[in-house]
């Protein structure tokens, strides 16, 4: 299976656009997270899901919005794009919750808003 | 509020030499941590949980609640250990990872 795959790899945006970063697993898990990765910050999580249509916020998710309609996707959208938003996002699933399971993580796509 | 505190941003020693990679960390709660690792083009990975009380790679890391520390440490460095690695303590009810910002290990020859 491919894990933990995320689209695409980099992306330029102009602020104020919109844009959504995919996220998709094939382990069927049933946990998903977004997580930012910034110089000196190390990673941040955005939102994350325990399950298809429960979703819920984490350390930074303003600016973010997440769905989680089936297990296997869990997009992250950026409504208004702005250069505070430019940045390293990561992907991760596990089985069950990060306490007892692995994280997964996805290759990460770079974002730049100019 | 819980916070994990990395102080290195960069680590450097050569081969042969023992490592220790500092993570401390503030909780009200029962911690669980973690230590991930990212070698270079390479996703981040799981290298060893506190509850597992595993090796990996040669690496150790045992809590102390007392200095509220979670060190990572290996008696020999090689160079296939150069990479970032992240401390990283469970809170939220488990369903949250908090990370530190990262220590850049680097081992010269």
């Known amino acids: 299976n491919a894990g933990v795959t995320q689209t695409p790899k980099f992306q330029v945006l102009k602020t104020g656009q919109s844009m959504t970063l995919q996220c998709a697993q094939d382990m069927n898990h049933e946990y998903m997270s977004w997580y930012r990765q910034d110089p000196g910050m190390g990673l941040r999580l955005i939102h994350y899901s325990v399950g298809a249509g429960i979703t819920d916020q984490g350390e930074v998710p303003n600016g973010y919005n997440v769905s989680r309609s089936t297990t296997e996707d869990f997009p992250l959208r950026l409504l208004s794009a702005a250069p505070s938003q430019t940045s390293v996002y990561f992907c991760a699933s596990s089985p069950t919750y990060p306490t007892t399971d692995t994280q997964y993580f996805g290759p990460g796509t770079r974002l730049t808003v100019l | 509020a819980q916070r994990v505190t990395q102080p290195e941003k960069l680590l450097s020693v050569f081969k042969g030499a023992p490592v220790e990679l500092k993570c401390n960390y503030s909780?009200?709660?029962?911690?669980?941590l973690f230590w991930y690792v990212q070698y270079s083009r390479q996703r981040l990975q799981l290298l060893l949980r506190h509850i597992s009380r595993e090796s990996i790679k040669g690496f150790t890391a045992d809590l102390n609640k007392g200095e509220t520390s979670f060190h990572l440490k290996k008696p020999f460095a090689q160079e296939e250990d150069s990479a970032m690695y992240y401390c990283?303590?469970?809170?939220?009810?488990?369903?949250?990872?908090?990370f530190g910002t990262g220590t850049q290990l680097k081992v010269e020859l």
């Open positions: 990283a303590l469970l809170t939220g009810g488990g369903n949250k990872l908090t």
């Open positions: 909780y009200s709660g029962s911690p669980e």
